[in-house]
């Protein structure tokens, strides 16, 4: 057994594809790299289809750069290293594009997560009632998540009774994360993933420098501490989740 980063950028800046290797030598073996635009969507399929064995890609219109239109994806969405449908959702805390926009362009791609059968991952800042809602008019494919949890038990209890999954970051090891380390004791094990979003958000010790997918089990360590669960059980359900809903196979 070894553990899989749900949600990392290894394209962006601060991160790299020496990462891949650090990850590897940490017991990190499998990591889905997340698109957020046209760019960073074709990117990802790049580093899926020549860095692997253990790398895969998903394609999304991240709420930041809705107003770019979700017809920009239109030639990405059937490569074969492509696992899941985001990260897109809604982001009322910078509001980078407008409201409207963002609920259209999250609508569009639940209904493409729907259409095509991939997973879909989720990004929801300060939009939580939004979030739900167009879910609920637009449906709930099988095998959702909602990266980077930031809510508490309230938040994790209507995630969890779509049938969606939580992915935690390393926030859960910050000091002020009581909330979130609420959710995590709430989830159920077979609802349950970690990710770092490198380069975004490291886990104590290494928060204030940029996260990579090697810091993953320190992750899994907090959430386990949170639990009171042994970081194995969480290193296995993690794997086992992570297969189920990316369809990632062995």
């Given at each position: 057994m070894s553990w899989t980063d749900s949600h990392a950028h290894l394209q962006y800046d601060g991160v790299g594809v020496e990462a891949i290797d650090r990850a590897r030598l940490a017991g990190v073996t499998r990591i889905?790299?997340?698109?957020?635009?046209?760019?960073?969507?074709?990117?990802?399929?790049?580093?899926?289809?020549?860095?692997?064995?253990?790398?895969?890609?998903?394609?999304?219109?991240?709420?930041?750069?809705a107003s770019q239109g979700v017809a920009t994806l239109?030639?990405?969405?059937?490569a074969p290293e492509v696992v899941a449908v985001g990260e897109c959702g809604l982001d009322y805390h910078y509001d980078h594009s407008p409201r409207d926009l963002q609920r259209e362009a999250f609508a569009a791609q639940v209904g493409i997560a729907l259409a095509r059968?991939?997973?879909?991952?989720?990004?929801t800042r300060e939009a939580w009632d939004d979030t739900f809602a167009i879910l609920a008019s637009e449906g709930v494919p099988d095998r959702t998540v909602l990266h980077c949890f930031s809510g508490g038990p309230p938040e994790a209890e209507r995630t969890l009774a779509l049938g969606a999954y939580l992915s935690f970051s390393g926030i859960v090891s910050f000091r002020n994360a009581d909330d979130v380390r609420g959710a995590a004791t709430?989830?159920?094990?077979?609802?349950?993933?970690?990710?770092?979003?490198?380069?975004?958000?490291?886990?104590?010790?290494?928060?204030?420098?940029?996260?990579?997918?090697?810091?993953?089990?320190?992750?899994g360590a907090a959430v386990a501490q949170a639990r009171g669960d042994a970081?194995?059980?969480?290193?296995?359900?993690?794997?086992?989740?992570a297969e189920r809903v990316f369809r990632l196979g062995s």
């Open positions: 889905v790299c997340i698109g957020t635009d046209a760019t960073t969507s074709a990117a990802a399929i790049d580093l899926a289809r020549h860095r692997g064995p253990g790398i895969w890609a998903t394609v999304g219109l991240h709420p930041h750069d239109d030639e990405l969405w059937g059968d991939l997973a879909l991952v989720i990004h709430l989830c159920p094990l077979n609802r349950l993933l970690v990710e770092t979003d490198a380069p975004f958000l490291a886990p104590i010790p290494h928060r204030g420098r940029p996260n990579e997918p090697a810091f993953v089990p320190l992750v970081v194995e059980a969480i290193e296995a359900a993690s794997w086992d989740n």
